[in-house]
């Protein structure tokens, strides 16, 4: 079955802008998290969705959001771009959340770089 | 904050068994230990996970001490494309799956 599918693989943004990410997970899977990795921060998690309602959230600011629709899939958006945004930013599903027992699938990333 | 502790980087030789160790000593009865590790370029892909007793899957093995408070991750014959970061984490209820520095492992030929 295919797997986590996230798009674009890359972009680049100015900085002020905003960004929508997407991300489709494995079939039957309806949690998602989503991660910003960096070379200096490493992968820490921003978000975690189940049945569209957001169930966990990192340190992050109010300008990263996201949101999960009816059939599971998730964007993430980030608004007024900063050029500390550049990063590699990755979504990860499971078949459901609060279940300690399942591991996740991450999808390939988003390289998103800000100019 | 990360809950378990793993060594920077290690080294091994190829077609030798790689023993990677984690300390995670404030693991709580419900947690369970997982294993990721993230290839050059790639997002992290799971490789094994276990609650009490030690795991075996086609990917590697995982040995868990008897009181809980550490794990190891074997790879009982690592070849080149084991080279990644291994990330040893602690899943609970609440659920957030929380990535330390994890090790880079280093494979020679």
């Known amino acids: 079955k295919a797997g986590v599918t996230q798009t674009p693989r890359y972009l680049i943004k100015t900085r002020g802008q905003q960004v929508t990410l997407s991300c489709s997970p494995i079939?039957?899977?309806?949690?998602v998290s989503w991660y910003q990795q960096t070379p200096g921060q490493g992968l820490q998690f921003l978000f975690e969705y189940f049945s569209e309602t957001q169930r966990n959230k990192g340190n992050f600011p109010g300008r990263f959001s996201g949101r999960q629709f009816s059939n599971s899939r998730s964007e993430m958006n980030v608004s007024t771009l900063e050029l500390g945004d550049s990063a590699l930013y990755l979504c990860?599903?499971?078949?459901?959340?609060?279940?300690?027992?399942?591991?996740?699938?991450f999808g390939s990333g988003t390289r998103l770089t800000v100019v | 904050d990360a809950k378990t502790t793993q060594p920077n980087s290690m080294e091994s030789n190829e077609e030798e068994p790689v023993h990677l160790p984690c300390n995670h000593s404030t693991i709580s009865g419900t947690d369970y230990i997982h294993w990721y590790r993230q290839l050059p370029s790639q997002g992290p892909e799971y490789v094994i996970h276990g609650l009490t007793s030690n795991v075996n899957n086609r990917m590697a093995s995982l040995a868990i001490a008897e009181d809980r408070k550490s794990s190891t991750l074997i790879l009982h014959r690592a070849t080149l494309r084991d080279a990644a970061v291994y990330y040893c984490i602690l899943t609970g209820r609440d659920d957030k799956i929380i990535f330390g520095k994890g090790t880079r492992l280093h494979i020679l030929p």
């Open positions: 079939s039957g899977h309806r949690s």
């Open positions: 990860a599903s499971r078949p459901r959340d609060r279940a300690s027992n399942y591991g996740y699938t």
